[in-house]
């Protein structure tokens, strides 16, 4: 506490110094648990707890903490409100903070009120936190730190500019959405510049718009920041979910997901809960995986079954590409397919997308790299020689480049005066209702084979249904910020795959025969 109690110094964690034991000492000395069996009890940190929050509080050679923002993606029923709450007050009332700022915050009242309500429950019965702690409706302060405030706000209720805040602890941030929700975020994020060593602690379970909301451009962003693509050393990412294309109903899978799987949720649990929610509740509830709205293309777990390491795309054979170029700050993908008896192997070659989320300086300065994707065709028609279509009666070598070319149509013409097989795809309805059509019946079937790509398997659950008077297109929501274009390279390629490879001409002499005089 402040002013009040002293804690142990940091130490080390692993290689890097951390304030987790700190932390840690904290919790399990002042805080009790607030509900189920061990309420009123001291708070026993569960292990996969205590590594995290010694991963979060690791500090630089400044002797400050590296990380200031957080993203925890947690399975409901795992502790997370009580952690969330015990790490507040620690904020409070341990962090050497000066007249330090907490804010518990969520979309809604109710929602708001869970960690904050953990974290009254906690002080008032607390024999070393309740002394010092005054409780109130919205507000926990301390009594000997002026200034020093725990405070609940919402979204909905909205909250004013110009707070200096220590600590943010967001809770399920997947249900910030809107106007309003995203301008909460910002005003409770942009109030913590002034302080010493911010943290902005994010933490929720998964959402289903992946691109259209705060929540899900975190989530990517820090996936990215976790497979090394964007160096930011503050930005600090734990996601437990169950592996992709894993079935939901198998007790391995409820583990690989649920840190707290066996202490405080348990395999009757979820049983229960498969009886009582759909599978893509079950999925994001409780293995905290993205999964598409409910106006989703493709019925669920139907492009995950088509997943198929086993299959690969073989040189020797003729490839169709499908290539979705974007306008700037967008995204532009491109994928390879090829018919391999009755199936079609589709990859994901290539998706450029803005590294930078919505509001970041560089956001508006990116570009999509025409260069780069020209460069990256030329790669693609060395790498696949075999004939693939025929243009003005010749057989042209390599793949067969699918475009639009409202969008590409310089770029295109270049290549094709390298030797590049560059053919229109204009993405009206006459052609695109087809490319669809084609494109659902292999997946529904079966017949086609990915490699469950991460990046694809996204765009694939961003797209939604566009009745046309043709049919069926895939599209997405207008005004929608969510990303598709891998899924319509994908469905190009896939749909120009089962186009057999024109046949090999033979000469006048095997027409003819050979003739003697």
Known sequence: M??????????????????????CQFIEKHCVHTNGQWIGRPFRLLPWQRRLIYELFEVGEDDLRRHR???????KKNGKTELAAAIGLYFLVADGEPAPLVVCAAASDEQADLV???????????PTLSPLCQVFDREILVKDAPGARLRRVSAVAGTNDGLNIHAVIADELHEWTGTRGEGVWNVLTNGTGARRQPMVLQITTAGHDIEGTVCGRQYTYGKRVQAGEVDDPRYFFRWWEAPEGSDHRDPAVWEA????????????????????????????YFLDQWVASAMAWLPFGVWDGCADDAYVIDPARPVKVGIDISR?????AVCVAQMQGDNVVLRLSKCWENPYPPG????????????????????LFIRYPVPATEIDGQVMRGPEFNYDPWQFDEAAADLSGEGLAMVEMGQNDHRMVPVAGDFFQLISTGRLKHDGNPTLSRHIGNVTPDMRPRGVRISKPKGSKRHI??????????????????????SVYEERGIRTL
């Not at 923002?69 to 399975?75: D, Q, S, T, V």
């Not at 190009?492 to 057999?500: G, N, Q, T, Y």
């Open 2 to 23: 402040t002013a009040t109690l002293t804690e142990t110094p940091s130490t080390e964690s692993g290689k890097r110094r951390s304030q987790g034991r700190r932390v």
């Open 69 to 75: 923002w957080a993203l925890l993606g947690i399975p």
């Open 116 to 126: 904050f309500g953990a974290a009254k429950t906690m002080v008032t019965m607390s």
């Open 257 to 284: 997901a649920n840190p707290s799987y066996g202490v405080l949720v348990h395999p009757e649990f979820f049983r229960d809960q498969l009886t009582k929610k759909d599978e893509a509740t079950f999925r994001r």
């Open 328 to 332: 700037n700050q967008d995204a532009t």
């Open 360 to 379: 970041h300086s560089l956001h508006d300065a990116w570009v999509v790299p025409r260069e780069e994707i020209k460069a990256h065709l030329r790669d």
């Open 485 to 506: 274009d891998a899924a319509v390279a994908a469905a190009i390629a896939a749909h120009r795959a089962l186009v057999p490879p024109p046949a090999p001409k033979r």
